[in-house]
């Protein structure tokens, strides 16, 4: 069974950067996909961003775009979101997950890690 284990996160002014990281354990681990997603207060939860297992292809919201860059190391299974130029309204809870094939939704989440970013 693949588990995902979120690191980083936390509290950064306006305009910091933070880095998101997820590791994923369990059985031979090769997704379609990875995705971060995220949650804020009263929302629902959005895309944030994606990156292509075999191939390394991101895509990303428009609202983070040219701010966030999505990376994945396929040996070590791991897969990071790098946030720059963060804004008040990136705050959420953000969520890394795995679509293990073409035809599969997003069906292993990772725990979640709260960022919050103060103006």
Excluded: I
């Excluded at 983070?64 to 790098?82: I, P, W």
């Excluded at 599969?104 to 725990?111: I, L, R």
Aim: glycine share 12%.
């Amino acid at each position: 069974q693949v588990r995902l284990s979120q690191s980083g996160g936390g509290l950064v002014q306006a305009g910091g950067s933070l880095r998101l990281s997820c590791a994923a354990s369990g059985r031979t681990f090769s997704p379609h996909s990875m995705g971060w997603f995220r949650q804020a207060p009263g929302k629902g939860r959005e895309f944030v961003a994606a990156v292509n297992w075999a191939g390394g292809s991101t895509y990303y919201a428009d609202s983070v775009k040219g701010r966030f860059t999505a990376s994945r190391d396929y040996t070590e299974n791991t897969v990071d979101l790098q946030m720059s130029s963060l804004k008040p309204e990136d705050t959420a809870v953000y969520y890394c997950a795995a679509r293990m094939s073409y035809s599969s939704d997003y069906g292993v989440w990772g725990q979640g890690t709260q960022v919050t970013v103060s103006s």
